[in-house]
């Protein structure tokens, strides 16, 4: 119990002082965290869109499918990507391999399905009266799919929210693709995983405060929106 009340009273300690090595921890992961939600918006959105409203064979197929990338472990596509741009890989050319681009692709490759099969969600909950309507009065698809979006607009919020709390409390991709390197690639997880190792809890209990109050503040804002879609 003594090491309990020691480490969080130390960690509040470390927290309140602004301790730059954590501001620097907490910078990288905000940073790579936040491209790669922006990244992943632009492709998982889009997806989302064309699937929620086109007919194709196999289209239960591609939702059962993303609905199952949704557990899928870190670990594993930190595996995959490491295949592909370690020395030996396809794209080892490119030099990636213990970077933060290489943190920032695994990110992206793991939360496109998030913000793909929320995106379906949210706008099949739409009306098909807006788009017909929309249609019938003489807009064009690229207007019709603004009126969707913007009936929709909570709900794709929600979307992203959702896909930048999965992000950035990841560890697997962050402490295989990148490495760990302190300044440079050291994420809040990574930072707690390495401090644990060493079993110095002061650092890692001040950044769990710090992830979980960022994890509150997400899910308070995911529930806002969520609860803006039912209104």
Not at 78 to 84: K, T
Not at 171 to 187: D, E, K, Y
Request: proline content about 2%; overall charge positive.
């Amino acid at each position: 119990m003594d090491l309990f009340v020691d480490s969080v009273y130390s960690a509040l300690l470390l927290v309140a002082s602004f301790d730059p090595q954590v501001l620097a921890i907490v910078g990288v992961s905000l940073k790579m965290s936040s491209i790669s939600t922006v990244l992943a918006s632009f492709i998982g959105g889009p997806l989302g869109f064309l699937i929620a409203f086109r007919s194709f064979p196999g289209k239960h197929f591609v939702i059962t499918c993303l609905n199952t990338l949704l557990a899928l472990p870190t670990v594993v596509i930190g595996l995959f990507v490491y295949m592909f741009i370690s020395r030996r890989g396809v794209l080892g050319v490119l030099d990636l391999l213990y970077t933060q681009k290489a943190i920032i692709i695994g990110q992206i490759i793991l939360i496109i399905p998030v913000i793909a099969t929320f995106t379906i969600a949210a706008v099949s909950r739409i009306d098909d009266r807006y788009r017909k309507t929309a249609l019938t009065l003489g807009a064009s698809g690229w207007q019709t799919a603004g009126i969707i979006i913007r009936e929709a607009r909570f709900g794709l919020v929600a979307a992203v929210i959702a896909a930048f709390g999965r992000v950035i409390s990841e560890v697997g991709i962050s402490m295989m693709l990148g490495g760990n390197a302190r300044g440079f690639t050291r994420t809040m997880t990574t930072a707690m995983a390495l401090e644990y190792d060493k079993g110095e809890f002061t650092l890692a209990v001040a950044l769990g405060i710090i992830l979980m109050g960022l994890s509150f503040g997400i899910n308070m804002l995911f529930h806002f929106f969520q609860g803006r879609t039912r209104v």
